[in-house]
């Protein structure tokens, strides 16, 4: 059976919020806005960049504006790793999984032009065999569609539901919520964004260094 690992980005892989957080205040300074603090941040954090932007204008009493997105993306791609760094043992555990046999994937809502920026400016690209964004699809997690569409990236057959052996580790309800869907095995990553009832009884990671084991553990399916 062949083992497949998809990976969430921002929260899981990586930690991008600070990033993230001074492009969103960029924006809010143009628009003569008060800034955000880091929690704020944390928890616009999953959606994609549309609802991020909305999310962002929406706390400051704004309506979405579509102008406000299209200076939003380029600004923060400019910026996105001054710094964004990978969680503290995340290389070394991608490595780990890749020689016991895993296949991995990255399945971000994130801007995939975006999500490829960062991974391969941290030296991640190399480590995963293919990469799906927020716009790579019609849809987008918690959709399980974005979780099949991913594994067909990897030429795996996925057709209404995910092979055995397919994990799904991410720190967002909508990584649990659209790995079930898609028939593959959710894992929560506490150490990430998402707070700890997104779990919704799936199998916890406290630290990256949990995941060889765990995985090993569930065997593809919870």
Not at 171 to 182: E, L, M, Q, V, Y
Request: charged share 20%; glycine share 10%; aromatic share 4%.
């Amino acid at each position: 059976m062949e083992r497949i690992c998809l990976l969430d980005l921002d929260g899981t892989l990586i930690d991008s919020a600070a990033d993230i957080r001074d492009a969103l205040n960029r924006l809010m300074a143009r628009r003569g806005l008060p800034g955000f603090a880091m929690p704020e941040v944390h928890r616009m954090i999953g959606d994609g960049v549309a609802v991020l932007v909305r999310r962002a204008l929406e706390a400051r009493g704004q309506a979405f504006d579509p102008a406000a997105l299209a200076k939003f993306v380029p600004d923060y791609e400019a910026h996105a790793n001054e710094q964004t760094a990978p969680f503290a043992g995340v290389p070394e555990v991608l490595a780990e999984l890749r020689r016991e046999g895993w296949r991995l994937a990255v399945c971000t809502n994130k801007p995939v032009a975006a999500a490829r920026l960062i991974l391969e400016h941290l030296g991640l690209a190399p480590l995963v065999d293919a990469l799906a964004g927020g716009d790579s699809f019609p849809v987008r997690k918690p959709d399980p569609g974005h979780l099949l569409g991913t594994l067909r990236l990897m030429g795996v057959t996925a057709e209404g539901s995910a092979p055995p052996g397919v994990v799904m580790v991410g720190d967002h309800a909508n990584d649990i919520r659209s790995a079930r869907g898609a028939g593959a095995a959710p894992v929560f990553a506490a150490w990430g964004y998402g707070l700890p009832e997104m779990a919704d009884g799936a199998p916890v990671a406290a630290s990256p260094a949990d995941l060889p084991a765990l995985l090993a553990r569930i065997g593809g399916r919870d």
